[in-house]
C-alpha cells in the first residue's frame, strides 16, 4: 500500500564521514518522495526532494538517489557536521486525486565529534 | 517555521477530559494537516483539510475531531482524553501545485501532550 519503512532507526557517524539512509515504499504509483530534518525542539522542515523522473539530485553536501525499479531511495549526507544531528524522516507521495504523503518512521542521525 | 503557530506548546491533562490544541498560518495556504509523532512510529495522519469545507480523516482519526474555521485555523480536539493520545502533534500547511507531484508541507513547532 501506501506504506514506507526507513532504515537505520539511529545512526552515529565521526564527523566528517559521511551518512546514508535508506527506504522503501510499495505502491507503484509514488512518484514523489521528501526528505525532512527535524531537528531538537522543531517541527521537520523539508532539505531535498525528488521526483520519479529523475534518479539523483544534489544540494551541497545532501543528496538523493532514486531507484525506481527497486522501489528505494536514499539521502545522502557528505561531510558531515555537528548541526547535521537531528531526526531526518522520508516520505512519498503522488499527483493522482488529492493523495496525501506518507512518511517514514525516522532516522536519528547523531554526529561524534 | 514562524508562519505556522500551534497553541499550546506544552500542556497537561488528565484522562476523560476534552481539549484542544490550535494551529493558525500566515502563509495563505489552502491545505492544512495535523500529525501527531510517537517514538518508532514516525509521522501518522490524522485529519486532514484542502480547504475550508473539506475535512478528511487520516490513517488515526479515531478518539480525534477537527474543525476549519477559517483558511488560516484548524483546531485537534481530543473529546476524551486518554494516556495512549500522549504524544507531540504537529499541525502542517501545503499550497497545491497543479501538474505536479505533491507539495512541500511546512510544520509548525509541535505540541507536547502528556495524558495522566
Known amino acids: 500500500g501506501e506504506n514506507v519503512e526507513q532504515h537505520p532507526s539511529t545512526l552515529s557517524v565521526q564527523e566528517g564521514d559521511s551518512a546514508v539512509i535508506k527506504c522503501t515504499y510499495s505502491?507503484?504509483?509514488?512518484?514523489?518522495f521528501p526528505w525532512y530534518k527535524q531537528e531538537l525542539g522543531k517541527g521537520p522542515q523539508l532539505i531535498i526532494d525528488?521526483?520519479?523522473?529523475?534518479g539523483e539530485k544534489k544540494d551541497q553536501r545532501i543528496a538523493v538517489t532514486l531507484n525506481k525499479t527497486a522501489k528505494h531511495f536514499s539521502l545522502h549526507i557528505t561531510e558531515t557536521q555537528p548541526e547535521d544531528s537531528a531526526v531526518y524522516f522520508c516520505?512519498?507521495?503522488?499527483?493522482?486525486?488529492?493523495?496525501?504523503?506518507?512518511f517514514g518512521t525516522g532516522t536519528r542521525l547523531t554526529i561524534i565529534p | 517555521d514562524a508562519d505556522v503557530t500551534q497553541t499550546p506548546r506544552n500542556r497537561i491533562t488528565k484522562t476523560g477530559k476534552r481539549i484542544m490544541l490550535e494551529c493558525s498560518q500566515t502563509?495563505?495556504?489552502?491545505?492544512m494537516y495535523w500529525y501527531r509523532q510517537d517514538p518508532g512510529l514516525g509521522l501518522r495522519l490524522i485529519y486532514y483539510?484542502?480547504?475550508?469545507?473539506?475535512?478528511n480523516k487520516g490513517e488515526i482519526s479515531d478518539g480525534y475531531s477537527v474543525s476549519r474555521q477559517a483558511q488560516a485555523k484548524f483546531s485537534l480536539s481530543l473529546e476524551s482524553a486518554i494516556p495512549n493520545q500522549t504524544a507531540l502533534y504537529f499541525c502542517?500547511?501545503?499550497?497545491?501545485?497543479?501538474?505536479?507531484?505533491?507539495?512541500?508541507?511546512?510544520f509548525g513547532p509541535g505540541t507536547r501532550l502528556l495524558v495522566l
Open positions: 502542517a500547511t501545503s499550497e497545491p501545485t497543479s501538474g505536479r507531484a505533491r507539495e512541500t508541507q511546512y
Open positions: 505502491d507503484s504509483a509514488s512518484n514523489y
Open positions: 525528488i521526483r520519479s523522473n529523475v
Open positions: 516520505g512519498r507521495g503522488s499527483n493522482f486525486g488529492n493523495e496525501k504523503l506518507t
Open positions: 502563509k495563505g495556504h489552502d491545505r
Open positions: 483539510s484542502f480547504d475550508v469545507k473539506d475535512i
